[in-house]
Nanobody
Framework: QVQLVESGGGLVQPGGSLRLSCVAS????????LAWFRQAPGKLRESVAT???????NYADSVKGRFTISRDNAKNTVYLQMNSLKPEDTAVYYC???????WGKGTLVTVSS
């Protein structure tokens, strides 16, 4: 069984930055794609960014140029660097292995002045 634990969320002003981390345990994930999703209040969960096992990346149009996904296989960890944050980025952010039932419990990001 894989456990995913996110951290790094919090309250930040518009234009600010945060770095989210997601540590996996129970299995080495170096051969898996990893992804960040988010769910804003009253909205459906949406994909934010994905990183392949070969380190290729994909981003939602809404975050391109502002967010960067990365991974450290030695630490079994995936990161999401979020810059130039906007109020519409407010959401609970989850990490997951796409196509699996492995999800973290999420970390709340609130962008507000």
């Amino acid at each position: 069984q894989v456990q995913l634990v996110e951290s790094g969320g919090g309250l930040v002003q518009p234009g600010g930055s945060l770095r989210l981390s997601c540590v996996a345990s129970g299995r080495a994930l170096s051969n898996y794609h990893l992804a960040w999703f988010r769910q804003a209040p009253g909205k459906l969960r949406e994909s934010v960014a994905t990183i392949g096992s070969g380190f290729s990346t994909n981003y939602a149009d809404s975050v391109k140029g502002r967010f960067t996904i990365s991974r450290d296989n030695a630490k079994n960890t995936v990161y999401l660097q979020m810059n130039s944050l906007k109020p519409e980025d407010t959401a609970v952010y989850y990490c997951t292995v796409p196509g699996s039932s492995w999800w973290g419990k999420g970390t709340l990001v609130t962008v507000s002045s």
